[in-house]
């Protein structure tokens, strides 16, 4: 029978481990001979011992094992599972092998193709943007977001920190001649080449074109470079009345460099491979939550529900690294969700650092240095915390061989110059700093590390993301990052967040417990047009005893409303299909019962929707993916607040 099966397989007996094997197995084996011995047939590293350990009656799973065949390397994965006799005692040993040698040669060409792709968009020299269409003010696509660009943008463009920003936000004045262009090419998906114009900062730009499919995106990506010097060198060339050999020589100049800067232009369009790289991560991500989901229904059929838990782990697991990997990109173009509110940082930091000291371990001492009297600043504690680990972490690799890091706060009063320094206006603001007694980072180094993708850290412990999101949440958060750093003394960096002149909101103890029994009585309204979102939350509200309504869209939701039953609380998304959103629904739904509560969920923040962060009393925001007791827990007490 095992000689049938398509698995590589073996089964060896005796002490001196002799072995048949079946003609799946013939081409791994150095020596095919039946009957030959097992580490002469298989040599792989510490075959022998394993071998043993199935002989004692171990059940034994080896991964990504490397062994010889046709002169080159291959892989496999070995299960090795004792055979035992009618009393029990193990007469031999069965070793199934799994071929993995492509898959570990296409993973490592993915790894190639994920530094071709970061090296491209560091070293270009051409400015680079992808921006994403959305419906605004003045109609279906009349606006667009900036979701990326790279360093090169501003140096072109002459208009700084870009992403995150819209275009009516950035050039008002000639926004409409902008979406012309770019919406021709949303909508055709005609790649265009033109020259315009960017009044704003005077320069004039050669610019190229092109849709990110699939059109559901709503992006364009556009490559660019300034031409200003050419502009004005053709414009002084119609002005010049000399002789014709100083003409023919100046238009010979010109000609020379407008070919040359059409060359760089032809090697720009290689950049449509940018998107291929997150493309690879998520679709990593996804083959393993995909994949856990088969095994499970697989085993289940089979009846092995025993075996569930490790794909549930593993599917559960890949479902976290995708929603952080999300995190980390919309932090860094600064479309996080934040719930900002009144807070004095210092309150954070006794459990914060005994949070740090148990993540960097014993050799790496940890201090904080509060500052008496702190003002409160308006901010997200959760994306504070986060952002703060993040350099925590930096700065323990940063001392492989232990050292110190030191987390202080102080209340600064910036003046004009010291802000203009600091990349502020003039103000108070509240600085959080996280230093380090480390390596320290070069002059070189040091203006590329907010770049995205780009780090130092070797490949695989490191996304290039890190202090991208750091700096994408402190600018959203209206505030900026400083970094000080000497090689060889150490690092600092320090957030700059703006002094909030209320006061502080200190949490209620009694509103932030654990959940407890659901209110009788009470019913939720769901509105979400992903049937699985709707069918998780009805599940996990119900089950605590909560009447349940749920509508696909937010007409189908409003008629519910308008039915005359009573709803206690409304569970909207936030970007809906058919032509009314998140808060144009929960407007509707209080004009229909006033002070309704409302829990907006939601993938990004959607500042447009949700008033720039501006939300009613009695409304809050909830980011996807959550847990289901966070989502339980919130709803709790929403419902038990007056």
């Known amino acids: 029978m095992m000689l049938a099966s398509p698995i590589p397989s073996f089964l060896t007996w005796g002490d001196d481990a002799r072995m048949l094997h079946n003609d799946a197995a013939q081409s791994l084996l150095v020596s095919p001979v039946l009957g030959a011995r097992f580490d002469e047939a298989f040599p792989i590293p510490a075959g022998l011992p394993l071998l043993r350990q199935a002989q004692a009656g171990e059940s034994i799973v080896r991964e990504y094992v490397r062994f010889t065949r046709d002169n080159?390397?291959?892989?496999?994965?070995?299960?090795?599972?004792?055979?035992?006799?009618?009393?029990?005692?193990?007469?031999?040993?069965?070793?199934?092998?799994?071929?993995?040698?492509?898959?570990?040669?296409?993973?490592?060409?993915?790894?190639?193709?994920?530094?071709?792709?970061?090296?491209?968009?560091?070293?270009?020299?051409?400015?680079?943007?992808?921006?994403?269409?959305?419906?605004?003010?003045?109609?279906?696509?009349?606006?667009?977001?900036?979701?990326?660009?790279?360093?090169?943008?501003?140096?072109?463009?002459?208009?700084?920190?870009?992403?995150?920003?819209?275009?009516?936000?950035?050039?008002?004045?000639?926004?409409?001649?902008?979406?012309?262009?770019?919406?021709?090419?949303?909508?055709?998906?005609?790649?265009?080449?033109?020259?315009?114009?960017?009044?704003?900062?005077?320069?004039?730009?050669?610019?190229?074109?092109?849709?990110?499919?699939?059109?559901?995106?709503?992006?364009?990506?556009?490559?660019?470079?300034?031409?200003?010097?050419?502009?004005?060198?053709?414009?002084?060339?119609?002005?010049?009345?000399e002789t014709l050999e100083s003409r023919v020589a100046q238009a010979l100049a010109e000609r020379e460099r407008t070919e040359e800067a059409l060359r760089q232009a032809q090697k720009m369009e290689a950049v449509g491979q940018l998107t291929g790289g997150l493309a690879h991560d998520f679709n990593n991500l996804l083959a393993g939550i995909s994949g856990a989901f088969e095994m499970i229904g697989a085993r289940l059929a089979q009846g092995r529900a025993s075996e569930v838990e490790r794909y549930l782990a593993a599917g559960q697991g890949a479902a976290r690294r995708a929603a952080a990997l999300t995190h980390r990109l919309l932090a860094f173009s600064r479309r996080q969700t934040l719930a900002p509110r009144p807070l004095v940082v210092n309150r954070l930091l006794p459990d914060f650092?005994?949070?740090?000291?148990?993540?960097?371990?014993?050799?790496?001492?940890?201090?904080?240095?509060?500052?008496?009297?702190?003002?409160?600043?308006?901010?997200?504690?959760?994306?504070?915390?986060?952002?703060?680990?993040?350099?925590?972490?930096?700065?323990?690799?940063?001392?492989?061989?232990?050292?110190?890091?030191?987390?202080?706060?102080?209340?600064?009063?910036l003046d004009t110059r010291t802000a203009r320094e600091h990349g502020l206006e003039a103000g108070q603001y509240v600085s959080v700093c996280v230093g380090d007694t480390g390596t320290g980072i070069d002059k070189a180094t040091l203006e590329r590390v907010f770049d995205p993708f780009f780090t130092t850290k070797p490949i695989g412990q490191g996304t290039g993301l890190g202090l991208s999101m750091v700096y994408g949440f402190a600018r959203q958060s209206n505030g900026h990052v400083r970094i000080i750093s000497e090689v060889g003394r150490g690092t600092m960096v320090c957030l700059y967040l703006p002094r909030h002149l209320g006061e502080e909101e200190v949490e209620d103890p009694i509103a932030s417990s654990e959940p407890g029994q659901a209110q009788a009585n009470k019913t939720v309204l769901i509105v979400d047009d992903e049937p699985t979102v709707r069918m998780l939350v009805v599940d996990a509200l119900s089950e605590l005893g909560y009447a349940c309504l749920e509508a696909p869209d937010g007409a189908a939701g409003l008629r519910s409303l308008q039915s005359g039953r009573q709803v206690d609380l409304l569970i909207t998304d936030v970007g809906l299909p058919g032509g009314l959103n998140g808060r144009q629904v929960a407007d509707g739904a209080r004009a229909i019962l006033p002070g309704l509560k409302v829990l907006f969920i939601t993938g990004y923040a959607e500042n447009a929707v949700l008033n720039h962060g501006h939300i009613e009393h009695g409304m809050e925001v909830l980011t996807k993916p959550f847990a289901v007791g966070e989502l339980t827990g919130r709803v709790d007490r929403m419902l038990r607040e007056a």
């Open 72 to 241: 080159g390397q291959a892989w496999c994965n070995l299960m090795f599972s004792p055979v035992r006799g009618d009393q029990g005692e193990v007469q031999g040993v069965l070793i199934l092998c799994n071929d993995i040698t492509e898959r570990v040669r296409q993973e490592r060409a993915h790894r190639a193709d994920e530094l071709r792709y970061q090296a491209l968009f560091e070293s270009m020299d051409e400015g680079f943007c992808i921006i994403e269409f959305f419906d605004g003010p003045h109609g279906p696509n009349s606006d667009y977001v900036h979701i990326m660009a790279n360093a090169a943008y501003e140096r072109h463009a002459g208009i700084s920190n870009v992403v995150g920003r819209r275009l009516r936000e950035v050039v008002p004045e000639e926004a409409d001649a902008w979406v012309a262009r770019y919406g021709a090419v949303l909508r055709t998906g005609e790649p265009i080449r033109f020259e315009q114009e960017l009044v704003a900062t005077g320069r004039h730009l050669e610019l190229s074109s092109f849709r990110l499919e699939p059109p559901e995106l709503k992006q364009v990506a556009v490559l660019f470079q300034d031409v200003t010097a050419r502009k004005r060198a053709e414009a002084e060339l119609l002005g010049l009345n």
């Open 353 to 413: 650092v005994e949070l740090v000291r148990r993540t960097v371990g014993p050799s790496i001492a940890v201090e904080h240095v509060s500052a008496a009297g702190l003002w409160p600043t308006l901010v997200d504690a959760n994306q504070l915390e986060n952002a703060l680990l993040n350099l925590c972490i930096n700065a323990r690799d940063a001392m492989p061989d232990g050292g110190k890091i030191t987390i202080e706060t102080e209340s600064r009063q």
